[in-house]
């Protein structure tokens, strides 16, 4: 089992940038691909992007694309989403996750532990 915790939400105006954090605990953190997910409100939650336990692979939503970037640092036990070039838009809670390396890499029910999430949002 892993313990996830999200650090860094909270508001931003349009344009700007933000970097979250998630901070993991124990099962061995390479052994874990990582994802982050998010819930708009009155919305299901989405994916949003995923990076492979070694970190060399990533990949991202269509509508984020261009503008997320995950990234981790397996020293530090820590996966990053690094958004740049917000659009206004309502508090998004973002969501941290892990599964194991050779798991489907969009799907909720492919993410074995959760964090509880960190709010964002972006003022126009």
């Known amino acids: 089992q892993v313990q996830l915790v999200e650090s860094g939400g909270g508001l931003v105006q349009a344009g700007g940038s933000l970097r979250l954090s998630c901070a993991a605990s124990?099962?061995?953190?390479?052994?874990?691909?990582m994802g982050w997910f998010r819930r708009a409100p009155g919305k299901e939650r989405e994916f949003v992007a995923t990076?492979?336990?070694?970190?060399?692979?990533?990949y991202y939503a269509d509508s984020v694309k261009g503008r997320f970037t995950i990234s981790r640092d397996n020293a530090k036990n820590t996966v990053y989403r690094q958004s740049n070039n917000l659009k206004p838009k309502a508090t998004d809670v973002y969501y941290c996750?892990?599964?194991?390396?050779?798991?489907?890499?969009?799907?909720?029910?492919?993410?074995?532990?959760w964090g509880k999430g960190t709010p964002v949002t972006v003022s126009s």
């Open positions: 996750a892990a599964r194991g390396c050779s798991k489907g890499i969009t799907s909720e029910r492919e993410y074995d532990d």
């Open positions: 124990g099962r061995t953190f390479s052994r874990n691909a």
């Open positions: 990076i492979s336990c070694s970190g060399s692979n990533t």
